[in-house]
């Protein structure tokens, strides 16, 4: 890149271990200002109105909301923010679902300084960043069929070990409704049973356990 003005970044992540180590990666690349820090959602936001920053490195676990929220909530105040998800988590769903709430980029939290810095450059011009190992992932989730709202409920129950009526008492639905849900979720994921759904989508980070 030609331009060489500082990057102002915000950090946002729950353990100043982590804070401590991202700082470090970013006065590396020489290119890039931590402005502000914060440990919760509600502390991101706030730190994002009264800085604005250029680019927000965000974990996607906070004590108080999901990163998705502080994504969109940072949004509606900026619809030009440009936030960079980090997380443990390389599930493909997980990758979706921050990147369909609004965000620029997916890293894993052990990225190095040298993708970190080519993920806030690119994000900066406007694309959407995923960690090169990541790609495939979210290529492959993107061809799946989308489960309905209802159907999530569902598969959550299904993973939670209900039965359909239980399904059904637990919804207010009739056992048949929730068995054509069942055999829409089945297929969808591409598999063959309740057992294979439940796995499936704890490994796909579709449903977590609490």
């Known amino acids: 890149m030609g331009d060489t003005r500082t990057i102002r970044v ?3 992540d729950d353990h100043s271990l982590v804070r401590v180590g991202l700082a470090g990666l970013l006065k590396r690349t020489e290119r890039c200002e931590v402005v502000a820090e914060a440990a919760t959602g509600a502390e991101a936001v706030e730190q994002f109105i009264k800085h604005r920053p250029d680019v927000t490195l965000l974990d996607r676990w906070l004590p108080d909301f999901p990163g998705e929220e502080v994504v969109a909530r940072v949004r509606r105040v900026d619809s030009a923010a440009r936030v960079i998800m980090l997380s443990i988590d390389e599930r493909e769903d997980d990758i979706y679902r921050a990147l369909h709430a609004g965000a620029s ?43 309905s709202p209802r159907e999530l409920e569902v598969l959550r129950l299904v993973v ?17 409704t929730v068995k054509v849900h069942v055999g829409r979720i089945l297929q969808k994921l591409e598999v063959e049973d309740r057992t294979q759904a439940a796995t499936t989508a704890i490994a796909r980070g579709i449903v977590h356990l609490e």
């Open 10 to 12: 915000l950090l946002v």
């Open 105 to 147: 980029g997916y890293l894993s939290k052990s990225v190095g300084r040298v993708e970190l810095l080519t993920a806030i450059e690119a994000v900066l011009r406007g694309a959407t960043y995923v960690a090169e190992g990541l790609r495939d992932r979210l290529d492959h989730r993107r061809q799946r069929a989308e489960l």
């Open 160 to 176: 939670d070990g209900r039965s359909n009526k239980e399904i059904a008492i637990e919804l207010g639905l009739s056992e048949a």
